[in-house]
């Protein structure tokens, strides 16, 4: 298990190693930080100086591998590719390009709270309400009930997320004035604004997930063990929840493990909607305000998140089915 | 002489159009490629949505010829000197010249003839808050508020009127090919079949489709008519045509939809097929590319992608002589970013079933030959992976479009001078918080992209289901069946 466990981690690491290579070249040999300087200025007022004095400001004006100018190891540290790549690694962000903005490391820690608050929620009831809703159909599968269901989900999984957003906006928060439209607040109130969010959320996902997660267990339920176990006498539902949810909850949790990461980074959209504070609203206003520092860090950081939350729905798979064994 | 312009994606698109006939073409001389096509077609569902598809497709491809106008010669001009607008068109804006070019001067409600916002307007010497009559719209009323619900109605029936003689025609014009297609209909005299057709007792859901086209065709012709005297969907708050607007993006969805699908295929295939095939090192490096690319979130490294590609084309302005001709980079450039970001999936897919198929006997016979890898690879794998590269486009044409949507309003999507779902609802949102409310904008864009992207899916569903033979089995049925209970009806009816 621990020997397991450290390969997978040491392989995350290669593969976390790639993603900061990636990141690299595409911020910093495909275009230059003079390019970037070009654009953050912008207009026509962009002279030598100004370009100069943006780099100086940002640290962007240290060479790109190797520094001549220094003594000893600050010949390797004091570069770009020191500061910006490989302090990545001991989760040191650095500062944001633009100016109002400060350092990268600190906004993180307080805004990945409140992400937490909203996407938590969102990720374990989605797991719920797809579970029962694929198992309400597959218990009345071949009825008129799992017909209409599979053409319910197909219709709303055509609908893109913003069309809820927008719709359940305008029903709930102004026609029938049951929540706040938009804002957040600490604490408890903190509810009050997170509930249409996390509801929208749940819908916008329920048509795609409650219909993979059905053909997940239509799979299972062909196989022998299920007639094995209605030949001795099971009730359906019995059958259903006991044997076929738990087999069929390995490829439930594959599918739902890729959305771990986004419990930690938050939606893009939805916090941007609501107007919450969490990291997805802020990788959004970074991209709006085109700083490159902060989309570099969630890169990496979506990326770090990405491959932890593998290992976990790896070490899930062990708890849910005991054959599997790590090894 | 007007200078026709062939934009990046245009070029696409016609390639993209070419390569589906070409393709027809083939599935019409393999017997059970044909199998499988007429397979997709037997759902009703995956009928009508054809149907639906084929009609946005039409309004595409008329949207992708693009053409600058000549301007008129100016005094001290040289003989033989031509210049062009800078306002790239197409045939699209041509047809549609009275909703492209009809801009009034803000918001107006769908068919409306008078503003939706007041302006202070002198009347007898007082100064009163009205709603102006607009430019255009119902422009040509003597007394609007008399004549407007007449001539509404009379512009509607007689819209309405040409789509159902449109559909008739369509109907006329469609039974001899579905003639040739259908076992129940050829070959039995022309009444009967169409009776047959009427009555949907045939191989092929023919009625289905044809009353998804006749639909089609009233709604477009109500559009038409209406269209004729007024904005059939209002105005947005710049005064342009709402209608018009949905109608373009439904090119710039097509556009995402298709050419990011196909950017990924290149990847996707060539490296599957070379990681299953070769194994070993090779295996463990694509293993290791694609395991990288798929562990970035997909929305972060599109945008940290577009923001560089932005810079690009800052740096490069050379590149594009016109703002349609820099929108036009731009989304091809968006495309390329989805393809290569988005080739994960498939690759992990056709990897392992190349792994399958290395170790058939028919392979393994190939290698016994001394048959070379590359010619393997070539003429034994490829062909038999072909129907989950097939399915996976499909499926991926829907999702890009949803994909779009969100990319535009996050600030990384297609520019924002281009018509596309992406920006309608972005703009939707400001107006349905407004006092009255602005609805038809967010509307139009809902309706428009909710039909584009269900048929899409539909589509998806009927080829997934004829291609893939385990996803037949997770099919809802009621009863019988469908095909159950069309192979009853034709063999029970005699003829």
Redesign the interface.
């Known amino acids: 298990m621990l020997r397991y466990l450290l390969r997978r981690l040491a392989y995350g690491f290669?593969?976390l190693l790639?993603?900061n290579l990636?990141?690299f070249v595409?911020?910093f040999q495909?275009?230059t930080p003079d390019?970037?300087a070009?654009?953050n200025i912008g207009g026509k007022r962009v002279t030598p100086e100004l370009i100069a004095k943006w780099k100086v400001e940002r640290g962007y004006d240290k060479p790109m591998y190797w520094n001549e100018a220094r003594e000893g190891s600050d010949k390797l540290t004091q570069t770009i590719f020191w500061e910006r790549s490989v302090s990545l690694f001991a989760l040191d962000f650095g500062r944001a390009d633009s100016e109002s903005a400060g350092d990268i490391g600190a906004e993180v820690a307080k805004r990945m709270a409140v992400s937490l608050q909203l996407a938590l929620p969102v990720f374990l009831l989605q797991l719920i309400a797809s579970t029962v809703f694929a198992l309400v159909?597959v218990f009345f599968?071949?009825?008129?009930i799992?017909?209409w269901?599979?053409?319910l989900c197909?219709?709303m999984?055509?609908?893109?997320?913003?069309?809820y957003i927008?719709i359940g906006?305008?029903l709930f928060a102004?026609v029938l004035k049951l929540v706040p439209?938009s804002g957040y607040a600490g604490g408890l109130t903190a509810a009050k604004f997170l509930i249409l969010p996390v509801l929208l959320s749940l819908l916008s996902r329920l048509g795609t997930e409650a219909r993979l997660y059905?053909?997940m267990m239509?799979?299972e339920i062909?196989k022998d063990y299920v007639r094995t176990a209605r030949a001795k006498g099971l009730s359906e539902a019995i059958v259903l929840g006991r044997h076929v949810l738990r087999n069929a909850l390995i490829p439930i949790l594959t599918s739902a493990g890729g959305y771990l990461?986004?419990v930690f980074?938050g939606s893009?959209?939805f916090e941007?909607?609501f107007a919450i504070p969490g990291l997805g609203s802020y990788?959004?206003d970074a991209?709006?305000g085109?700083d490159?520092a902060i989309?570099?860090t969630?890169?990496f950081l979506?990326?770090l998140l990405?491959?932890l939350s593998y290992i976990l729905v790896d070490l899930a798979y062990s708890w849910v089915d005991p054959r599997v064994r790590l090894a | 002489m007007p200078k026709f312009v062939v934009l990046w994606t245009d070029a696409v698109l016609w390639g993209a159009w070419a390569a589906t006939l070409a393709y027809a073409w083939h599935v019409r001389r393999q017997p059970h490629l044909s199998a499988s096509w007429r397979k997709v077609w037997r759902d009703g569902a995956a009928m009508s949505a054809t149907v639906v598809l084929a009609f946005f497709m039409v309004v595409t491809l008329l949207d992708s010829v693009h053409f600058r106008r000549a301007l008129p010669p100016t005094a001290g001009q040289a003989a033989g000197q031509v210049f062009h607008a800078t306002r790239t068109e197409s045939v699209l804006d041509v047809l549609l010249a009275g909703q492209a070019n009809q801009q009034e001067a803000t918001y107006s409600r769908p068919l409306s003839y008078q503003g939706f916002t007041r302006v202070s307007e002198e009347v007898g010497g007082e100064v009163r808050r009205v709603h102006p009559r607009l430019q255009y719209g119902g422009a040509h009323l003597q007394d609007p508020e008399r004549q407007w619900l007449g001539d509404l109605a009379w512009r509607g029936g007689l819209g309405l009127a040409a789509g159902a003689l449109a559909g008739g025609l369509l109907l006329l014009a469609g039974l001899p090919l579905a003639r040739r297609q259908d076992a129940a209909l050829s070959g039995v005299p022309t009444a009967l079949a169409l009776r047959r057709l009427l009555a949907d007792r045939c191989e092929l859901p023919w009625r289905a489709g044809w009353i998804t086209a006749l639909l089609l065709c009233l709604l477009a012709g109500l559009a038409v008519g209406l269209g004729s005297g007024y904005h059939v969907l209002g105005t947005d708050n710049l005064g342009n045509d709402v209608f018009y607007q949905a109608l373009k993006s439904v090119r710039t969805a097509f556009v995402i939809g298709t050419m990011a699908s196909v950017a990924t295929l290149p990847f996707a295939i060539a490296l599957g097929i070379l990681a299953g095939w070769y194994r070993g090192w090779v295996d463990e490096v694509i293993q290791?590319?694609y395991?990288?690319?798929s562990?970035?979130?997909n929305?972060?490294?599109i945008?940290?992608?577009v923001?560089?590609v932005?810079?690009?084309l800052?740096?490069h302005p050379e590149l594009f002589e016109t703002g349609a001709e820099r929108a036009d980079l731009k989304i091809f450039m968006l495309c390329l970013i989805l393809g290569l970001t988005g080739w994960a999936g498939l690759c992990r897919l056709l990897r392992g079933e190349t792994l399958k198929l290395r170790e058939l006997d028919y392979v393994q016979a190939a290698t016994a030959f001394g048959v070379g890898s590359l010619r393997i690879m070539h003429r034994h794998i490829l062909p038999n992976v072909v129907h989950l590269v097939l399915i996976n486009t499909v499926l991926d044409f829907?999702a890009l479009i949803?994909y779009e949507?969100?990319l535009s309003?996050?600030?990384?999507g297609v520019d924002p001078s281009m018509n596309s779902?992406?920006g309608m609802?972005n703009m939707?949102?400001d107006e349905?918080?407004r006092d009255p409310l602005v609805w038809w904008s967010?509307s139009a864009a809902?309706v428009f992209?909710?039909a584009l992207?269900?048929a899409a899916?539909?589509f998806a569903?009927g080829v997934r289901d004829a291609f893939d033979p385990r996803a037949r089995?997770?099919r809802?049925?009621?009863g019988l069946g469908r095909a159950g209970q069309r192979r009853a009806g034709v063999t029970g009816e005699s003829a």
Request: glycine fraction near 8%; charge should be positive; include cysteine.
């Open positions: 290669t593969i790639g993603v990636l990141t595409l911020f495909v275009n390019d970037m070009r654009l159909l599968r071949g009825t008129r799992d017909f269901g599979v053409v197909v219709v999984l055509s609908i893109s997320a913003l069309f927008v906006q305008y102004r439209v059905r053909a239509l799979e062909g990461p986004y980074l893009l959209v941007s909607f990788v959004i991209i709006s085109q490159f989309v570099r969630m890169v979506g990326s990405y491959i | 290791y590319l395991t990288v690319l562990s970035v979130p929305v972060l490294l945008a940290a992608c923001l560089m932005q810079v690009f800052d740096k829907s949803l949507a969100v309003y996050v600030g990384v779902f992406g609802i939707g949102r349905m918080s967010f809902f992209m909710v992207v269900l899916n539909l569903d089995n997770l809802p049925r009621l």
